[in-house]
């Protein structure tokens, strides 16, 4: 089985820098994923991590450490259009199949 | 656009009574997944196909079933609703079936948002 964990909400300010942690326990593992989720919508691919480093992409970055079971999602720059939920996901070695954390709902004030 | 299609966007019936859910998924994706995310629970991962075929299957309700089709759409069947069954249901799709990698992300469809009165 697979448990994630992350916090539920978070707050920032407008051109400022967030970071969102994700720890999981898996059995095998085989890629971590972060989705965005604006309410009542579909979740959009953010990132793909397999590999321990940092994978940057624009003004969003995604970290990975395999050892620590531990991911972070780092946003810079921050747009009010980032207020969002960011979901991590952890697939297992074997499967295609995703399990979701619960998300980190985003509040991005001015 | 995803270019993962689901109908209809809004489904309103009552308990004791069936809906079916239908997603066309993106072009030369062969996976088929549904999932239900309600508030308390987070997104939930129902099933999988793949290319015709059940590939996983996770916390689906013995009242609920899903196919896919030879054209690779795929249908979720919800049987005797209940009122808890309230959700949104999202549909997305991959390449591949079991295989890892970047070439295998899933991308989700709009959903269809289900209220059991």
């Known amino acids: 089985g697979q448990n994630i964990d992350q916090p539920t909400e978070m707050t920032a300010t407008e051109g400022a820098i967030v970071q969102i942690n994700c720890t999981y326990q898996?059995?095998?593992?085989?890629?971590l994923f972060w989705y965005q989720q604006h309410a009542g919508e579909a979740p959009t691919f953010l990132s793909y991590?397999?590999?321990?480093g940092l994978e940057e992409k624009g003004r969003f970055s995604s970290f990975l450490s395999r050892s620590k079971g531990y991911s972070y999602l780092l946003l810079k720059e921050l747009q009010m259009k980032d207020s969002a939920s960011y979901l991590c996901a952890v697939r297992d070695r074997g499967y295609s199949t995703l399990t979701f954390g619960k998300g980190t709902m985003l509040l991005v004030s001015p | 656009d995803s270019g993962v299609t689901q109908t209809p966007k809004h489904l309103i019936t009552a308990t004791g009574q069936r809906v079916t859910l239908r997603c066309s998924p993106r072009s030369g994706d062969l996976s088929v997944y549904w999932y239900q995310q309600s508030l308390d629970q987070g997104l939930q991962f129902l099933i999988q196909?793949?290319?015709?075929?059940?590939?996983a299957k996770g916390n689906i309700l013995e009242r609920f079933s899903a196919q896919q089709f030879p054209d690779l759409h795929s249908e979720l069947n919800l049987s005797s609703l209940e009122l808890g069954d309230s959700a949104l249901y999202f549909c997305?799709?991959?390449?591949?079936?079991?295989?890892?990698?970047?070439?295998?992300?899933?991308?989700f469809g709009a959903g269809t948002r289900l209220s059991v009165l």
């Open positions: 898996t059995s095998g593992f085989n890629g």
């Open positions: 991590n397999v590999l321990d």
């Open positions: 196909y793949y290319n015709g075929e059940e590939r």
């Open positions: 997305a799709s991959s390449v591949g079936g079991t295989s890892g990698g970047r070439g295998n992300i899933q991308y």
